[in-house]
């Protein structure tokens, strides 16, 4: 049985580290609000009190943090000081690709191994073990990997060397937050026309414009219920993500730019916290709500 320190507990985190102990695995896992460490002890885990405590005696480094420097400063700090030879850090945050592939290098400097394996499918898919899980690395880390991964995920696919999962993890992002960006504006279109909304919905998602992010989103828009799920504050950071790397490639994305002003605009309103759905509250206010 591998022992796995799980580091990052959220909303993402904590239910992957739970299937992973639920699937054998012996589970250490370390949050910074400690609280959350309770449900994996409860599924079968351990808690640790800092992350090197969760890394010592570790084969696998799992981490599920919010941004590229809470990786870093993970990494670089408990994983490196205290890692055996040989462990393999699997990253399923959603970072900058070139922290990514830096990072494993760093890694391999040491005699680590470190893959990219960020992550689509939100709350639900983290609850529910089905994952899209887009894995950049070497392919005999990757492999080894494989069957962690397949516990969390649904789909794996291993899409390049270092830093190119989360190449792919940033044109997810831009694709999801332009989907919400414009079902916004159909509930927004259709709320004014005084249309059947759940009738409307239903026969939107048999056609061309159904969705995963139909499927999942456009309830909680109709309820007004934004308890995330994704954080607009995730999502600004991934906007700006996709800005940097396309101009790193010189690639023109004035969607990207468009969707990511929206983004930005819902932080700014004061809505951060809140699930990336919010961007209906963006479009109402463009159309002249005052909240
Ligand atoms: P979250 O804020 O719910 O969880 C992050 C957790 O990390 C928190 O519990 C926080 O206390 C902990 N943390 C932060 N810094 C830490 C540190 N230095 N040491 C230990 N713990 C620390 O966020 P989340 O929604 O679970 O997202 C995590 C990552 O997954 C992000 O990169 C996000 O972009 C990505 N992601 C999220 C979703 C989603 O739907 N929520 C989907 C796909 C990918």
């Known amino acids: 049985m591998s022992t796995v320190a799980f580091i990052g507990l959220g909303i993402m985190g904590g239910p ?4 992973l102990a639920g699937a054998g695995y012996d589970v250490v896992g370390f949050n910074r609000s400690p609280e959350k460490t309770e ?7 351990r808690a640790a009190d800092s992350a090197a405590g969760a890394v010592d005696g570790a084969d696998i480094v799992a981490l599920m943090l919010p941004d590229s420097p809470d990786v870093t400063d993970v990494v670089t700090g408990a994983v490196f000081d205290t890692a055996k030879p040989g462990t393999l850090i699997v990253d399923f945050s959603t970072i900058r690709p070139d922290v990514a592939r830096d990072l494993a290098q760093q890694a391999a400097d040491r005699g680590l191994r470190m893959i990219d ?4 499918g939100g709350q639900a898919g ?3 073990a089905a994952l899209s899980i887009m894995v ?9 990997a494989r069957p962690l991964l397949d516990v969390v995920g649904k789909t794996v696919v291993h899409v390049g060397p270092a830093g190119a999962g989360q190449t792919v993890k940033a044109a997810n992002q831009l694709i999801v937050a332009g989907n919400i960006a414009l079902l916004a ?5 259709l709320q004014a026309h005084g249309a059947d909304l759940p009738a409307a919905i239903e026969v939107l998602g048999g056609g061309l414009a159904g969705s995963a992010v139909l499927n999942q989103k456009a309830q909680k828009m109709l ?5 995330p799920g994704f954080r607009i504050d995730l999502h600004h950071k991934d906007m700006g993500i996709v800005a940097e790397s396309a101009r790193q490639a010189g690639v023109v994305t004035p969607v990207a730019a468009l969707v990511a002003q929206l983004v930005a605009a819902t932080r700014a309103a004061g809505d951060g916290d809140l699930d990336h759905s919010a961007l209906l509250r963006t479009v109402a206010r463009l159309n002249g709500a005052s909240s």
């Open 16 to 19: 992957m580290a739970r299937h």
């Open 39 to 45: 449900q994996l002890v409860e599924a079968g885990g």
């Open 117 to 120: 394996a960020p992550v689509s």
């Open 126 to 128: 983290a609850e529910n």
């Open 136 to 144: 950049g690395g070497a392919d005999a880390d990757v492999a080894d």
């Open 185 to 189: 504006e159909a509930v927004t279109f």
């Open 223 to 227: 309820d007004g219920d934004f308890a």
